[in-house]
């Protein structure tokens, strides 16, 4: 059982558009959420983070919203740029185990 | 070389055979990590250390044993490797365990079992 799902396993979007990933997640104990970006043959590198007590949190052109009701998060680039094509995950950290579960990843690319 | 950093980066072993991936780290951070990723998967969890000498279990410990002598290494070995146990191998390293505390990840190891 999942407990973080990002359906769409690849977006393709164009230069200077917005880019909307999206993660749903099961597991009522998440009280963190959290984004990483990877590229080929490197390790996964944080880019942005939410508290379970925001809606909104916003860091340059990266935005993540979270919508508790829903269980969805979703992670807006605007705009978005093609350095910005990579593989993006979603994270929940559990209040209890204290651990990160990963959603299974969306590759984004962004097109000249 | 600062940072952290994994050996091999890529692997071909045989089913039955004892495998070791190194992970080193130099920030002195007191928790590391090991995943694996998957396709469909993500990266799940496989053993952690909050220190030298503390290990726990992670979501996918079965066939993996880990140990941690020095804050800097936290060696992941495989006793019998499995077909399954084919994957990339992510060690990653904190100040603290999660939440506000960033988990920086290593290159990846590759890892194929024939």
């Known amino acids: 059982d999942q407990q973080v799902k990002q359906n769409s396993p690849s977006l393709s979007v164009q230069e200077g558009r917005i880019s909307i990933l999206n993660c749903d997640y099961t597991n009522s104990m998440f009280d963190y959420f959290l984004w990483y970006k990877k590229y080929p043959a490197e390790g996964p590198t944080f880019l942005i983070s939410?508290?379970?007590?925001?809606d909104k949190n916003e860091d340059g052109r990266f935005t993540v919203f979270l919508n508790k009701s829903a269980k969805h998060l979703s992670l807006h680039i605007v705009p978005s740029q093609p350095g910005d094509s990579a593989v993006y995950f979603c994270?929940?950290?559990?209040?209890?185990?204290?651990?990160?579960?990963f959603g299974s990843g969306t590759q984004l690319t962004v097109l000249p | 070389d600062a940072g952290i950093t994994q050996s091999p980066r890529y692997k071909i072993t045989e089913t039955g055979r004892q495998v070791t991936l190194m992970c080193h780290q130099t920030?002195?951070?007191?928790?590391m990590f090991w995943y694996r990723q998957d396709l469909g998967h993500g990266l799940r969890l496989i053993y952690y250390s909050a220190a030298a000498d503390i290990t726990d279990k992670g979501e996918v410990p079965d066939g993996y044993v880990v140990s941690r002598s020095k804050t800097e290494n936290f060696p992941l070995t495989l006793e019998s490797a499995t077909r399954s146990q084919t994957s990339v191998y992510f060690c990653?390293?904190?100040?603290?365990?999660?939440?506000?505390?960033?988990?920086?990840f290593g290159p990846g190891t590759r890892l194929t079992v024939l």
């Open positions: 990653a390293s904190s100040d603290g365990y999660v939440g506000n505390n960033e988990q920086f």
């Open positions: 920030w002195s951070h007191s928790y």
């Open positions: 994270a929940g950290i559990d209040g209890s185990a204290r651990q990160l579960t």
């Open positions: 939410i508290s379970s007590i925001k």
